[in-house]
């Protein structure tokens, strides 16, 4: 199982770029990198997978480089809202034995 | 909205009582696995049930017991409780084969005292 290494805080003011990067040196060969987004007493929520170099979608992007032993996440033009704790996951794709480790996240505070 | 309901939402028990929560999984979704969040810390894996079937498990003790019905919702049970199990408790849906998109509820909170 893939451990994580992010940072356990960040700031950053709104209407800036964010970018989260996450330290996973020992990702198998099989494994996918996930972000899950979450805000105080709410279950966490699927920001963006992605397997190998790049991947947007409309909230985020994800860069990986080609050893695969790190990940950057991407919010661009945060506001407010975007205030939450952001978790790297790494882990098999294998749907029925998954078993993520979720470290202590990054908390991202955005400020006016 | 992910579609993944939990109940209740909030509760309180004693040292030794046992408690029962329940999730509903989103339409079509065949996988629902458990987690416990301590304050301040992130969602550690209980167990993971497919097809109702017990098909992983963290490192739980025995008295953390789970149950997947015919329509997929489950049930997580917990014997002889300890405060360290007041926690939020996440249930997390998903589908075999597909994205691995984990679909979360809002969670319950249970409060031992």
């Known amino acids: 199982l893939a451990k994580t290494t992010q940072p356990i805080s960040m700031d950053s003011y709104e209407g800036q770029e964010v970018n989260i990067t996450c330290s996973h040196n020992?990702?198998?060969?099989?494994?996918?990198i996930t972000w899950y987004q979450q805000f105080p007493s709410q279950g966490p929520r699927f920001i963006i997978q992605?397997?190998?170099?790049?991947v947007t979608n409309e909230v985020a992007s994800l860069f990986i480089p080609a050893d695969r032993k790190s990940s950057t996440l991407s919010l661009p033009r945060v506001s407010l809202s975007d205030t939450a704790v952001y978790y790297c996951?790494?882990?098999?794709?294998?749907?029925?034995?998954?078993?993520?480790?979720w470290g202590l996240g990054t908390s991202l505070a955005v400020n006016p | 909205e992910t579609g993944v309901t939990q109940s209740p939402t909030h509760l309180i028990k004693t040292r030794g009582q046992q408690v029962t929560l329940r999730c509903s999984s989103q339409?079509?979704?065949?996988?629902v696995s458990w987690y416990q969040q301590a304050l301040g810390q992130g969602p550690q894996f209980i167990f993971q049930?497919?097809?109702?079937?017990?098909?992983g498990r963290g490192n739980f003790p025995p008295r953390f017991s789970g149950l997947q019905f015919p329509n997929y919702s489950s049930e997580l049970n917990v014997n002889a409780l300890e405060l360290d199990d007041s926690a939020l408790y996440l249930c997390?849906?998903?589908?075999?084969?597909?994205?691995?998109?984990?679909?979360f509820g809002e969670g319950s909170r249970l409060t031992v005292l």
């Open positions: 997390a849906s998903s589908f075999n084969g597909a994205t691995g998109e984990l679909f």
């Open positions: 339409s079509g979704h065949n996988t």
């Open positions: 049930y497919y097809r109702e079937e017990e098909n």
């Open positions: 020992n990702i198998a060969t099989n494994d996918y």
């Open positions: 992605g397997y190998k170099t790049k």
């Open positions: 996951l790494v882990g098999a794709n294998a749907g029925n034995n998954r078993k993520l480790i």
